[in-house]
């Protein structure tokens, strides 16, 4: 019981030291020729800065497994993600500083009552009333415009998008970015497709042969997410004999179903 009233003492008396040290930092007396008085220091404002690319990140992962005939586990991930930049330059937060006093004229609604236009060098050159737009209920309001002929669809506009070649004028180095992911990505889904007893390597070359034929015509949500997981934009030929039939297969001529029979469970 003493051992404790012991510590609860000094941490009284530790308290009353820090206090009267924080005291002392802020009030500092000092004697000058004809007078002696106290002055308040005073300091600017510290940021908290981070390094060149520091970001932060809001994960949000789920996974499922499942166990295989062939004795591996194998994960399924659904990875949503989000970045903001953080600061690395504190000159940023002092950009409006001079002009901080210059915008806080503000009426009861909370909203500036001018307009100031500044010139290259932050003076202001005029200033304007600020006016609020009139909106109109839309319960009261007229929904549909009289005369009004819109010509776009769509459809028309599916056709369009489909039209849009995101590769053509690419750098070569982009292609080969592309071109190397999806090579990663086909071989593991080769592994993947003959671990569940598929003829993993036919189903893959006859996914690139059903994507490079592909029509104009709009798909359902999970084709166009297939055609785009399977469209291998034209590049540098790959190292391999192997690999290259991905090229091939992508922009064969002929029956996908007839070039690639072999595609079926095969145990």
């Known amino acids: 019981m003493e051992n404790k009233c012991f510590k609860i003492l000094l941490l009284l008396l530790l308290e009353v030291v ?9 009030d500092i007396p000092y004697t000058s020729e ?6 308040i220091l005073s ?14 990140q809001l994960v949000f992962c789920a996974q499922n497994h499942g166990y295989l005939q062939v004795g591996d586990v194998v994960w399924f991930g659904n990875t949503a993600a989000l970045a903001w930049e953080l600061p690395t330059d504190p000159k940023l ?10 915008h806080t004229a503000q009426n009861r609604d909370g909203v500036s009552k001018l307009i100031y236009y500044l010139d290259e060098t932050g003076k202001v050159i005029t200033k304007k009333p600020y006016r609020k737009r009139l909106i109109v209920n839309p319960a009261f309001a007229k929904r549909s415009l009289d005369g009004l002929d819109n010509p776009l669809s769509i459809q ?9 070649k995101p590769f053509e004028g690419a750098d070569t180095s982009t292609i080969d970015f592309h071109r190397e992911g999806r090579k990663s990505l086909y ?15 036919e189903c893959i070359l006859r996914l690139l042969c059903e ?17 785009v997981t399977f469209t291998l934009p034209e590049g540098s030929k790959y190292s391999s004999e192997e690999l290259s039939q991905y090229d091939s297969a992508h922009r064969s001529k002929g029956s996908c179903d007839n070039l690639y029979k072999q595609c079926h469970k095969t145990k």
Do not use: V
């Open 211 to 227: 994507a490079g034929r592909s029509s104009g015509k709009q798909g359902t949500f999970i084709e166009e997410i297939l055609r």
């Open 18 to 26: 820090l206090s009267s040290c924080g005291e002392n930092f802020t």
């Open 156 to 164: 028309k506009l599916h056709e369009e998008q489909k039209s849009i």
């Open 34 to 39: 004809d007078q002696s008085h106290s002055k």
């Open 43 to 56: 300091r600017r404002k510290r940021y908290l800065i981070f390094p060149d690319g520091s970001s932060f």
């Open 187 to 201: 071989t593991q889904l080769e592994k993947f497709l003959q671990a569940l007893g598929w003829s993993g390597r």
């Open 93 to 102: 937060f002092n950009i409006f500083k001079k002009y901080e006093k210059l």
